[in-house]
């Protein structure tokens, strides 16, 4: 069966410091990977999706970057974090074709400070 | 660019009523999914609407979705506390199989709260 990991699920990081957030899926191969942010109360916002290794979407301007150095790694980087950067980030994957959907990590809870 | 709106956005109902949720999406996609979130938890996956007049039903929650009139209704049948939760309908704005636009578009969600 297939999993997703994501870690840390829990973070508090001061304004300025880079952030690394990992997420790994087992037991597929190829999937596609999403990065999505929810703040306080509100939606999800989708950040980054990649259908493959090295090929990244960005679904809004701002200081986070995302990379998939191996098929089922995705990593979501900023190198000076801002107080707006707050948030809760999922990770989630889907099978090509996505007729099952989307399934998603843990999440992780970022406060900037 | 896909938007997806649902209705209502905030939902408080006495147990044992019916309600309805609904989502409408703006382009022609014809895969639809509904999500539960429970507070501070990730999203756990509700029903896979995989096309025009799917109706997928679990207990007291049923889904449907029209491809035609680019809408989807989650009917809420005798509430009960525990459905307390949001509840998230996503689109997908890819083309089928190994498409090269591959995005899930969720809606704002719908918070809905039961009372005893």
């Known amino acids: 069966s297939q999993t997703i990991h994501q870690w840390p699920a829990t973070l508090v990081q001061p304004v300025g410091s880079p952030l690394s957030l990992e997420c790994t899926v087992e037991g597929t191969s190829n999937p596609n990977l999403y990065w999505y942010r929810q703040a306080a109360g509100r939606g999800l916002q989708l950040l980054f999706y990649s259908v493959g290794i090295g090929q990244i979407s960005s679904e809004v301007p701002q200081n986070l970057s995302a990379s998939r150095p191996q098929d089922r790694q995705f990593i979501l980087s900023s190198k000076k974090l801002l107080l707006s950067d707050s948030g809760f980030y999922l990770c989630a994957w889907s099978v090509r074709g996505k007729v099952r959907g989307a399934f998603f990590g843990q999440g992780t809870r970022l406060t900037v400070v | 660019e896909l938007k997806v709106e649902q209705n209502p956005l905030f939902l408080s109902m006495q147990e044992g009523k019916n309600y309805t949720i609904y989502c409408n999406y703006s382009?022609?996609?014809?895969?639809l999914y509904w999500y539960r979130q429970d507070p501070g938890k990730s999203l756990e996956s509700l029903f896979v609407l995989l096309s025009n007049g799917a109706v997928k039903q679990e207990g007291r929650l049923m889904a449907s979705l029209d491809t035609k009139a680019r809408l989807s209704t989650l009917h809420i049948t005798a509430a009960v506390h525990d459905l307390s939760a949001t509840y998230f309908c996503?689109?997908?704005?890819?083309?089928?199989?190994?498409?090269?636009?591959?995005?899930?578009?969720f809606g704002k969600g719908t918070r809905l709260h039961i009372l005893p």
């Open positions: 996503a689109v997908d704005d890819g083309e089928r199989g190994w498409g090269r636009d591959d995005k899930i578009i």
């Open positions: 382009t022609t996609s014809d895969r």
